[in-house]
């Protein structure tokens, strides 16, 4: 069994800053990408940022220079710094892993719950 769990998600005021985890727990081996992705209400989900196990990243054009995606391998442990804050920003943050377990030979993606993130004016 996988869970990965979000955390850190809350109502702020613009240009504030909150910072999400995302833990993962369970049968694991190895966990190679690791990503955060958001959802407004009545739009699709989108990119928020992604990071490699070598700490290589991405982000989503609307986000770069806002947010800092990190990981800690040995705690399976994925980070989201969002500051700056705007309304926006506003949605439900959802972090999703490939992630290979020890009772298998290949990755699986799997996905958190979410937690929201709200950002008034």
């Known amino acids: 069994q996988v869970q990965l769990v979000e955390s850190g998600g809350g109502l702020v005021q613009a240009g504030g800053s909150l910072r999400l985890s995302c833990a993962a727990s369970?049968?694991?081996?190895?966990?190679?990408?690791m990503g955060w992705y958001r959802q407004a209400p009545g739009k699709q989900r989108e990119l928020v940022a992604t990071i490699t196990r070598g700490g290589s990243t991405n982000y989503a054009d609307s986000v770069k220079g806002r947010f800092t995606i990190s990981r800690d391998n040995a705690k399976n442990t994925m980070y989201l710094q969002m500051n700056d804050l705007k309304p926006e920003d506003t949605a439900v943050y959802y972090c999703?892993?490939?992630?290979?377990?020890?009772?298998?030979?290949?990755?699986?993606?799997?996905w958190g719950q979410g937690t929201q993130v709200t950002v008034s004016s």
């Open positions: 999703n892993a490939d992630l290979l377990r020890f009772s298998s030979d290949t990755y699986y993606t799997y």
């Open positions: 369970g049968n694991i081996f190895s966990i190679n990408v």
